[in-house]
C-alpha cells in the first residue's frame, strides 16, 4: 500500500538485522501499532514479515521498541524453517494483522487456550512473491485455528486486493474451488513445520478444518480490542513494547524524533555489540 516504506539496518540473516517501517513522512512508526488495521472498508493492512518461498522466520519484534521486523533466535541461533518435503520454506507470503494482539491472559472460547502473544498471523494465498516489510492491502477469506505447544494461534487465509484474481475469492469455498489441495497443504504444513526441529506435530481445533470469512473477521476484531486494551494500558502486556507515535489515548505514544532516537540508540547498540565480537574473536589472548 502506499504511504509506507522501509528502511534495513544491518546485514540480513545476521543477530543485528532489522527492518524498519516508515509513515510518508519518512518517520519511524511501528508496524505493530501505527499501521491501522484496515486499508479501506472490508480490507486489512498486512505487514508481510517472511515472503513466499523463502525459509527465514522473521517477525515482527514485538518485546523490542517501535517492533521492527527481524530474524528469530533461538537459543542464540538464527531460526529457518526447514524444506519439509514437498515444500520449499515458507508456503504462502506470511505476515500479521497490525493492531491486533491474540492475549495470553484470554482463554479463547473455541481453542479452549490462550492466545501466544502476538499480532494474529496472515497467510496470504496470491500469485506475487512480496517484500520483507512490505504492507499490503488484504481480503479476508477464513481461518484455521492452531494450538502451538498450548497456545491458541490463529492463521488467517486472505488475498492481496491488488492479486489479479482477487475477485474471483470471497469466501473461503473460493479456495478450495480455485486451489484445489492448497489449504490441505496449509493444514499438513502447519501441522509438520517444526518436527525437524525436534518437536511434537502441532493440533488444530475444528478437526483441522477452516471456518468462513465472517467467522474469520469476527476472530480479528476480538484480537484488535484485545489490541486496544493493551496500547492503552487496560491490561498485562507481558513484555511488550507498547510505544508508538499516532494512537493519541495511548500512554506509549512518542513523537517523531523520540521515535528516531530510539531507531538510532538500538542500532547503534547492535554496531557496538558486533564490534566487541570482532574484536574479541581478534585477541590472541
Known sequence: MSGFSTEERAAPFSLEYRVFLKNEKGQYISPFHDIPIYADKDVFHMVVEVPR???A???IATKDPLNP????V????LRYVANLFPYKGYIWNYGAIPQTWEDPGHNDKHTGCCGDNDPIDVCEIGSKVCARGEIIGV????????IDEGETDWKVIAINMDDPDAANYNDINDVKRLKPGYLEATVDWFRRYKVPDGKPENEFAFNAEFKDKDFAIDIIKSTHDHWKALVTKK??????????TTVSESPFKCDPDAARAIVDAVCKSSLKKKTNL???????S
Do not use: F, Y
Not at 74 to 77: D, E, L
Not at 235 to 244: A, F
Open 53 to 55: 518461498w523463502s525459509n
Open 57 to 59: 522466520k522473521m517477525e
Open 69 to 72: 521486523i527481524k530474524q528469530d
Open 74 to 77: 533461538k537459543k542464540g541461533k
Open 139 to 146: 481480503k479476508v477469506l477464513g481461518i484455521l485455528a492452531m
Open 235 to 244: 491490561t498485562n502486556g507481558k513484555g511488550i513494547s507498547c510505544m508508538n
Open 278 to 284: 570482532n574484536l574479541c574473536a581478534c585477541d590472541p
